[in-house]
């Protein structure tokens, strides 16, 4: 599975840099894009982009403004989706490595379902796509000429000038 990891989450003292061949211990966040809520479907999970994938899963847990999935693997939001458990979401998702809501506070939380999984580091890409500024001092990267490279571990103090975004490609050792 390739999962998204921006450097800030590494700034911020939540992981350590990750390298090739290491083995981590994290739970998976999603940001759903356009997605819809549907009473029937079937669990399917295709990479569609970089750390984007479509996906249909079903509701396995929802509390407040969070929500757990099952799309093959588990993930949290904390994004508002109004879907009740067992209904599915279906659409696009992006996935990444929990920035700490999961670990820090939900987690703790003893009818929350454990979702956090050990994973095998196989691959690090470091996207190098180029920036454009959106508005005056916003930039955003111009998915029309994506590109990365591959690199051996992540360096989030340096790399892109502390902005870097990683693409780590992972093996589920064993889920929670």
Do not use: H
Request: aromatic share 14%; net charge negative.
């Amino acid at each position: 599975m390739r999962i998204g990891l921006s450097a800030w989450i590494i700034q911020d003292g939540n992981y350590p840099d990750f390298a090739v061949g290491g083995v981590r211990s994290f739970a998976l966040e999603f940001y759903a894009q356009p997605f819809a809520i549907s009473d029937v479907g079937v669990v399917a999970c295709t990479r569609r982009r970089n750390c984007v994938y479509d996906i249909c899963g079903r509701v396995a847990f929802r509390k407040d403004d969070f929500t757990v999935i099952d799309f093959g693997w588990r993930a949290y939001s904390e994004q508002r989706i109004v879907a009740d458990v067992g209904q599915w979401i279906v659409g696009q998702l992006y996935i990444g490595i929990d920035p700490f809501m999961y670990f820090e506070s939900w987690e703790r939380q003893p009818d929350v379902p454990r979702i956090k999984s050990e994973w095998r580091i196989d691959r690090i890409f470091r996207e190098t796509t180029p920036l454009i500024e959106e508005k005056p001092k916003y930039f955003v990267r111009d998915e029309s000429r994506f590109s990365e490279i591959e690199v051996s571990k992540t360096d989030a103090w340096n790399d892109e000038e502390g902005n870097a975004s990683y693409a780590l490609e992972c093996t589920e050792i064993t889920s929670a």
